[in-house]
C-alpha cells in the first residue's frame, strides 16, 4: 500500500499518516488507483447531490453529506472535519466555527443579494478553499457544492475549465492562480475560469 503514496501528486493535499490508515479498499496499490476509486465514488456522491431538491441553501449537515457521499467508499474520514494542520486551509481548531460563519454569510448574500448568483457560488468556492475543512477532496467538493449553489439560485452548472483538474497541469496552474488571485480580493479570475 505504500507505493500509492510514495507518487507525489501536486493535485490534493499529501495525507497523513493517520489519513493513510483511514483508507478502506485494501487492494489499491497504485495512485491511479486510488484516484480511480475516488472518482467513482465522486460520480456516486454528485449523483446522490443531484437527486435532491434544494432550495433554501446550504446548512453544515448538507457539506458534510456531500463529502462523505462522496468519499466515503474510499475514505473512513469522508465528512469529518480534519482535525490536524495541512498544508492549506486554517488552523484545524477553527474550522467548525469558520464553517459556520461562511454559511451565515452565503445565506446573508442570498437573502440580500448581496452578488450576481456567480459570484455568489464562486465566493462559497473560494471560501471552502480556504478553510479546508476536511482531510483531503477539498478542491472537488468545493467546485460541487459551488455547482450545486448556482443551480440551486437558478444558473448553469459550472465548467471549470471543463476537463478534471488533475489531468491537465496548465489547467490546473491556472485554477490555483484564480484562487491566488481571490484571495487577494480579484474574484475576476475565478469568474472567468469557472465558466471557461
Do not use: C
Not at 433554501?56 to 474520514?77: A, C, I, P, Y
Not at 445565506?107 to 468556492?125: C, G, L, Q
Amino acid at each position: 500500500m505504500s507505493d500509492v503514496f510514495a507518487q507525489p501528486d501536486k493535485a490534493s493535499t499529501p495525507l497523513t499518516e493517520e489519513n493513510k490508515r483511514g483508507l478502506k479498499l485494501t487492494y489499491i496499490a497504485t495512485r491511479d488507483e486510488l484516484n480511480l476509486a475516488e472518482q467513482e465514488n465522486i460520480v456516486r456522491g454528485q449523483n446522490w447531490a443531484l437527486a435532491r431538491r434544494r432550495t433554501k441553501g446550504v446548512d453544515e449537515s448538507f457539506v458534510t453529506n456531500l463529502h462523505r457521499h462522496m468519499f466515503g467508499d474510499v475514505w473512513n474520514w469522508a465528512g469529518k472535519y480534519r482535525t490536524h494542520e495541512v498544508n492549506l486551509g486554517i488552523d484545524s481548531w477553527d474550522v467548525p466555527a469558520q464553517m459556520h460563519v461562511l454559511l451565515d454569510d452565503v445565506a446573508f448574500w442570498i437573502e440580500n443579494k448581496t452578488y450576481s448568483p456567480d459570484e455568489t457560488a464562486v465566493r462559497f468556492h473560494h471560501r471552502l478553499t480556504q478553510i479546508h475543512p476536511f482531510p483531503n477532496g477539498n478542491g472537488r467538493h468545493a467546485r460541487l457544492m459551488a455547482d450545486l449553489l448556482i443551480m440551486q439560485l437558478g444558473g448553469e452548472r459550472f465548467t471549470w475549465g471543463q476537463k478534471a483538474l488533475h489531468e491537465t497541469s496548465e489547467l490546473r496552474n491556472r485554477y490555483v492562480a484564480a484562487l491566488k488571485a481571490a484571495d487577494n480580493h480579484d474574484m475576476d479570475p475565478l469568474l472567468s475560469f469557472a465558466r471557461s
